[in-house]
């Protein structure tokens, strides 16, 4: 991506940011006025070419003043971005996972300290004493002894993810429980299932109970 231009559209969210966050300071900080930043992002995005596609969205006041998407989903594809496409989230997904998790501890069901295998009893890990004391705070931590990036081949394969996380019980410790920091996805994944399934819900259900939800 040309700098100038990649400095030209960090600078405007910048500002965005800036003017977002100065309108609950400072009340003069006028609709307006985020309005007429907003108005310069077509033109600006416009001038992006590193990546195939991208979406923006604004929000100011609580309310989305802008989401439009820019480009294509595929480099090789013509099916353009909108403001509905769905992008990788990666490990932003962790602290969404953890802030429903909480949601779920702050109501007192459960706590970082419950045992994954009492909320699902379909949880297994290759060592049957590690499946019966590993936490969601072990799995959030880290420290499970799961290797590192555990089943994420099998999701590059196209495995389901219920059916990955049934073979972390193959996935043969890379250390010691608690003794070392490996970090995974599906640990946490597991983590944060477990935590849904001691309310009776699927993830995606949870997720949108407790944190997507207006």
Do not use: C
């Not at 009776?200 to 949870?206: L, N, P």
């Amino acid at each position: 991506m040309n700098g100038s231009k990649h400095a030209g559209i960090a600078a405007l969210v910048l500002l965005l940011t800036t003017l977002a966050t100065a309108a609950e300071e400072r009340p003069h900080v006028t609709a307006e006025q985020v309005a007429t930043a907003v108005a310069e992002l077509d033109a600006l995005a416009a001038k992006q070419n590193a990546v195939p596609g991208f979406a923006v969205a604004v929000v100011f006041q609580d309310k989305a003043i802008y989401a439009k998407g820019f480009g294509v989903r595929d480099v090789n594809g013509k099916a353009p971005v909108n403001a509905d496409t769905v992008f990788q989230l990666a490990s932003v997904s962790k602290p969404i996972g953890a802030t429903v998790v909480a949601a779920f501890v702050g109501d007192g069901k459960i706590t970082w300290d419950s045992r994954l295998n009492e909320l699902d009893s379909t949880f297994v890990m290759f060592d049957s004493w590690v499946t019966h004391e590993v936490t969601i705070r072990d799995m959030y931590a880290h420290r499970s002894g799961l290797p590192d990036h555990a089943g994420d081949l099998l999701e590059d394969l196209g495995f389901t993810r219920a059916e990955i996380l049934r073979r972390l019980r193959y996935q043969h410790p890379d250390s010691s429980f608690r003794s070392h920091y490996a970090y995974t996805n599906f640990g946490l994944t597991a983590a944060a299932v477990a935590a849904a399934k001691a309310y009776g819900m699927e993830w995606e259900t949870a997720s949108e109970e407790k944190l997507y939800k207006p």
